[in-house]
């Protein structure tokens, strides 16, 4: 293949590429949450559900204050090497996990899994955005998001992974897979820079077109579509972790078979239809933005319009039928909005401030998650409170659509 056949096809290398390390990195932090009794087992510790608990807290906690830091960090040195780095150490991290002999050290390492981790999200999807200008974005991101709903649901099997190789062979193993696929990276991975349409080297960004960090902070939040898009991503994560962390609980209350049925169903189901709502509001909302510059606005609102019935039957209906089709529309609903976060932002944060904007949106989004998380297993009724928490995206929807009017496809 000579070389202009390959300059081509490059950002789309850049997306597959980087779905692998999207899909280790859920992977990687999933597997703990289903390895709980194999680990207890050895480190008494964590057989107390409050260790537990404070083991996965760490992690989000963590990752949610590094995480605006990370994206500023990538808006001035170069991704490719953000992103090699943050794999290198979260594998090795799960590697050294594997050879953990108290909690203290799994506590420390797992917060150390934070930071790296942190650090990959935001310069990935600025990098893919760089890569892919307008026609082809929201497929592109949606794309590499498919590898993080894959890691999860792989993360999903961690106890038969245990049962099989043991836990510590698990961490083990990924973590070589990890350390490895770092190297590939290494030699296949290229920067890309835009501004003002001219790309830059793998350099580092100049302070003369990006501002120190607290001004860039500054810069972002005296954009009011900026405080709009954050509300809708963080109101969205709200339902977003308690799919993740309590839909198997609340199934298991309304359909027969309890825990080993209402698992696969809460997983499984949104999983799949994500990947399906990706690949419908990737196309279309590309398409779209061709004709009306709210094209991705409304395609995102689309999605947060499934989302919102979704929520209520899954917290007020019962039995196998609305389960299944609850988790499939949320799921559906999920990935149309999820594929067109960043291309919505770029509608409205230049380039040299993308990932510190995307940074500050994770923070918040972990944030609220963790908030949600803890709260959930506090409020008696649960089903309830997925209900309601469909009122607060059908607030999200209604700024969203009201306030959200782009002027350009690439702000530079």
């Not at 794309?143 to 993080?148: A, S």
């Not at 990924?174 to 001219?198: D, N």
């Not at 291309?343 to 940074?359: E, K, M, N, W």
Request: with cysteine.
């Amino acid at each position: 293949m000579n070389n202009e056949k390959i300059q081509k096809i490059y950002p789309w290398i850049v997306v597959a590429l980087l779905s692998v390390v999207a899909f280790l990195n859920y992977l990687d932090r999933q597997m703990l949450s289903t390895m709980q009794s194999a680990i207890g087992a050895d480190i008494a510790e964590l057989q107390q559900a409050q260790n537990f608990g404070r083991l996965m807290a760490i992690f989000l906690w963590v990752y949610a204050i590094v995480s605006p830091f990370a994206g500023s960090i990538a808006d001035r040195l170069s991704r490719k090497w953000l992103i090699v780095g943050s794999l290198g150490v979260w594998s090795l991290v799960t590697l050294l996990m594997g050879h953990c002999q108290n909690f203290t050290q799994m506590y420390w390492l797992r917060g150390l899994m934070g930071v790296s981790e942190a650090l990959y999200i935001p310069s990935s999807l600025s990098l893919i955005a760089d890569y892919h200008a307008g026609k082809s974005r929201s497929l592109a991101v949606g794309l590499h998001m498919t590898g993080l709903y894959l890691g999860q649901a792989v993360g999903g099997f961690g106890a038969i992974f245990a049962s099989a190789l043991s836990w510590r062979m698990t961490f083990h193993w990924f973590g070589i897979v990890g350390v490895l696929y770092a190297v590939v990276l290494i030699f296949c991975l290229r920067e890309k820079r835009t501004t003002c349409h001219s790309e830059r080297s793998e350099e580092s960004v100049s302070s003369e077109e990006s501002p120190s960090i607290f001004k860039s902070f500054g810069l972002i939040f005296s954009n009011i579509a900026f405080w709009v898009i954050l509300f809708f991503f963080a109101s969205t994560s709200l339902p977003g972790w308690a799919t993740k962390n309590w839909l198997p609980t609340l199934f298991a209350q309304h359909i027969d078979g309890g825990m080993a049925v209402a698992g696969p169903v809460a997983t499984i189901t949104i999983a799949l239809s994500s990947f399906i709502g990706v690949m419908i509001g990737g196309p279309l909302s590309d398409r779209w933005v061709k004709r009306n510059l709210k094209g991705r606005v409304y395609t995102s609102a689309i999605g947060l319009a499934m989302m919102i019935p979704a929520l209520v039957l899954m917290g007020l209906g019962h039995g196998m039928v609305p389960a299944v089709a609850s988790g499939l529309i949320f799921g559906l609903g999920y990935g149309m909005f999820d594929t067109n976060n960043m291309p919505i932002l770029c509608q409205f944060v230049p380039s040299r401030l993308r990932a510190t904007a995307y940074g500050l949106m994770n923070m918040v989004g972990v944030a609220m998650g963790a908030l949600c998380t803890t709260l959930l297993g506090k409020i008696p009724n649960l089903g309830l409170s997925f209900a309601v928490l469909g009122g607060v995206t059908a607030l999200a929807l209604v700024l969203q659509l009201t306030i959200l009017h782009p002027t350009t496809d690439d702000m530079q």
